[in-house]
């Protein structure tokens, strides 16, 4: 079955230090990944994807993440954390048996950054 | 960049009550919307999926006859929940995909509307 995992229901981090958030999924043939955030009472907002090409991807607001396809992973990064990017993130990826987008969404990671 | 819009944002309404939500893509066409409902802290559940000019396809232990869809355009799909009770409060969000739908494109997600039915 396809899926996606996030195994932290919570990332902590002080402002101005790295961070990561963790995703790994598990797809039939080639991964479409995704990264969104979400911001209180707010949709999700696009940060990035993975299609082909280069395993580093760089999004929106200075976040990156790596795909790793021997690790069936997709890590979100961020060099230096800001308060503002407290939100929730979510990691998805493209349901490879439907052929009309539908997307498969971990459960979500709340950073938290404090100052 | 890509624009959906979606209304109302808020609604607080008495049981038995029928809820229309819209959703609109302002610049680009949407083949396929996709609507999802959100639980507190929790990941989103795909509800149904529009397809305009045709019949939405819903997910597993979805009710169509409570939660109608409706895509007449290729901007715009609405949500209708039938009857509304106190269960069905929740958030809820629509996406679009973009014309023709592309594996590798994002979804555009609108800001979601906050049901609360009394």
């Known amino acids: 079955a396809q899926s996606v995992a996030q195994p932290e229901d919570q990332v902590n981090v002080a402002e101005g230090n790295p961070l990561t958030v963790k995703c790994t999924y598990s797809?039939?043939?080639?991964?479409?990944l995704f990264w969104y955030v979400q911001y209180p009472n707010r949709g999700l907002q696009f940060l990035l994807k993975?299609?082909?090409?280069?395993?580093l991807v760089k999004g929106s607001y200075g976040f990156e993440a790596e795909f790793n396809k021997s690790q069936t992973s997709f890590h979100l990064k961020k060099p230096s954390a800001l308060v503002s990017d407290s939100a929730l993130y979510f990691c998805?990826?493209?349901?490879?048996?439907?052929?009309?987008?539908?997307?498969?969404f971990g459960q979500g990671t709340t950073l938290q950054v404090k100052p | 960049g890509a624009v959906v819009s979606q209304h109302p944002s808020r609604v607080i309404c008495k049981s038995g009550t029928s809820v229309k939500i819209e959703c609109r893509s302002l610049?680009?066409?949407?083949?396929?919307m996709f609507w999802y409902r959100q639980f507190p802290k929790q990941s989103l559940m795909l509800m149904a999926t529009?397809?305009?000019?045709?019949?939405?396809?819903?997910e597993q232990g979805v009710e169509k006859d409570k939660f109608l869809i409706n895509h007449a355009s290729l901007t715009l799909s609405t949500l209708t929940v039938t009857s509304a009770h106190p269960e069905d409060s929740s958030f809820y969000i629509c996406?679009?995909?973009?014309?023709?739908?592309?594996?590798?494109?994002?979804?555009?997600f609108g800001d979601g509307t906050r049901l609360s039915i009394l």
């Open positions: 996406s679009a995909a973009s014309k023709p739908p592309v594996a590798n494109q994002p979804q555009h």
């Open positions: 797809v039939s043939g080639n991964p479409y």
């Open positions: 993975y299609i082909t090409g280069d395993n």
């Open positions: 998805a990826v493209r349901d490879t048996t439907s052929n009309t987008g539908k997307l498969i």
């Open positions: 610049d680009f066409q949407a083949t396929t």
């Open positions: 529009s397809n305009e000019g045709s019949k939405a396809t819903y």
